[in-house]
């Protein structure tokens, strides 16, 4: 597989075109923004950690018969994906009200919801990704109705699976970002999760303390964001209990591998 130019870079991540017309390579930046994009930094390792976690759990959901865009994760940052056309929403869930709800509809932090709350937003930086509803989705076509019915679907199996995961190892899920993406397979057009699921798109709580383990630590420059990620990771099985991965060791992982190619 030949990495071709770059299609796309977004906050997070970037697109590369590769020999297969289906296929792109999807590289883990270490950059961090908050608050469409007035925040910024670089925290080193963290483009690793993500490009493990999100390798994990879009594995473990295609298992369970979730089809997503993940093919295989190629080395330390980058993995090879299903190019889709993306459709033009961020799906927020929730379990728990916290963050802009909370703000929104002075609802109390750390509420818990009845039922998982599905909630969309425009994709678009500069109107700053505003909350919209189903009837705007179908009024200025930006997906159709059996497209939003299936990605309900999938949703709720998705967020069913997630939270068992996590709690199996002691961690909350709070509220999540998901993305997903048109192809046709087989001829047929289908709609299949894509972007990445990570501690940079899920609130992540542990269970018994609440101490956050998520991108919240540099939205709310609380520190410690590689610890809080390498603890997610190890707590998956992702990554050895002994291992003890400072953003130093993440970056000499990353570079070690590069050299290898
Ligand atoms: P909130 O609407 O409370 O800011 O975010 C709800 C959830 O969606 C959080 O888990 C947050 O991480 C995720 N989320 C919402 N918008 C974005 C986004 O533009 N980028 C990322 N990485 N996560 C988002």
């Keep these: ?20 017309k289906n296929l792109v390579i999807q590289y883990f930046k270490d950059d961090a923004t908050a608050f ?9 390792g963290k483009g690793v950690l993500n490009n493990r976690i999100s390798e994990h759990i879009l594995s473990n959901l295609s298992q369970i018969g979730i089809k997503n865009h993940l093919v295989k994760r190629l080395n330390m ?3 090879i994906i299903k190019l889709v056309e993306i459709i033009p929403i961020e799906f927020i869930v929730r379990n728990v009200a916290t963050g802009s709800i909370t703000k929104r509809l002075g609802i109390e932090d750390g509420t818990v919801l009845k039922e998982p709350l599905i909630e969309y937003c425009l994709k678009d930086d500069k109107l700053g990704d505003p909350l919209i509803s189903e009837e705007h989705i179908l009024a200025f076509d930006w997906a159709l109705k059996t497209e939003i019915d299936k990605v309900k679907k999938m949703i709720l199996r998705i967020n069913d699976f997630m939270i068992g995961m996590f709690r199996g ?3 909350k899920l709070i509220d999540f970002k998901l993305e997903f993406g048109r192809i046709k397979i087989d001829g047929k057009n289908e709609v ?8 940079d798109t899920c609130r992540l709580w542990d269970s018994i303390t609440e101490k956050k383990l998520d991108k919240d630590r540099f939205r709310k420059d609380l520190g410690d964001l590689i610890p809080a990620y390498t603890e997610v990771a190890k707590r998956l099985g992702i990554l050895h209990e002994q291992s003890n991965v400072s953003a130093v060791n993440v970056t000499k992982l990353s570079s070690v591998k590069r050299k290898k190619k």
């Design 192 to 199: 299949i999760l894509a972007d990445e699921i990570s501690p």
């Design 77 to 79: 940052r980058e993995q």
């Design 1 to 20: 597989m030949k990495k071709g130019k770059k299609l796309y870079e977004g906050k997070a991540k970037i697109i590369y075109a590769t020999n297969d």
């Design 169 to 171: 190892v002691g961690i």
């Design 36 to 44: 469409n994009n007035q925040k910024k930094t670089t925290i080193e």
